[in-house]
């Protein structure tokens, strides 16, 4: 097994364990993100609910709803993308390469919109996992497109001419 391929399929195995690893952030979001993806999708169809959800989210940091929803939505993406992201990464090498990087990134951002008073030093493990796994998918990827440049080069292509056999001759004739 290759070691960029070996890279790949740690990074999208840890892709998918941070997605169910407790993200920490605050009460609301203190579950992993397929915890809140499930609360939010449970609450979906039903309008009081839903508003009591984005109530809760932008409590904490007197934020409106529409900036709780947009914390939100990027915690139910970021479910997503880091679940996708790994299972290419399984699949492909490089595969999670872009879905996981981006899928962290947005997690960022949510402490970010809270304001001042949240620290990304205090998020939890499947946070700090999910970078992990994604550096290690991005590394992997830029392992493969190294070395598949290096092969580019390095190979030859050997022209072999095949001379087609003589004719046969007749068949003698039988014996009389």
């Not at 993100?33 to 007197?62: E, K, W, Y």
Request: glycine share 14%; aromatic share 8%; charged share 5%.
């Amino acid at each position: 097994m290759k070691g960029t391929r070996l890279l790949s399929i740690v990074g999208g195995l840890l892709l998918v364990i941070a997605a169910f690893l407790p993200y920490g952030f605050s009460a609301w979001a203190s579950g992993s993100t397929f915890q809140v993806t499930m609360d939010f999708l449970n609450r979906i169809n039903n309008q009081d609910s839903m508003l009591n959800l984005l109530q809760q989210v932008g409590q904490q940091a007197g934020l409106s709803n529409t900036l709780s929803a947009i914390m939100l939505g990027f915690v139910v993406v970021t479910f997503f993308l880091l679940l996708v992201g790994g299972i290419l990464a399984l699949v492909k090498t490089g595969g999670g390469s872009i879905a996981g990087p981006v899928g962290m990134v947005l997690l960022t951002v949510v402490p970010i919109i809270a304001g001042p008073g949240s620290a990304i030093t205090s998020l939890g493990i499947g946070y700090w996992i999910g970078w992990v796994g994604a550096i290690i998918c991005v590394i992997g990827t830029a392992g493969k497109s190294k070395l598949e440049g290096i092969n580019l080069f390095v190979s030859q292509n050997q022209n072999v001419n095949v001379q087609s056999p003589a004719p046969a001759s007749p068949p003698p004739p039988p014996p009389t």
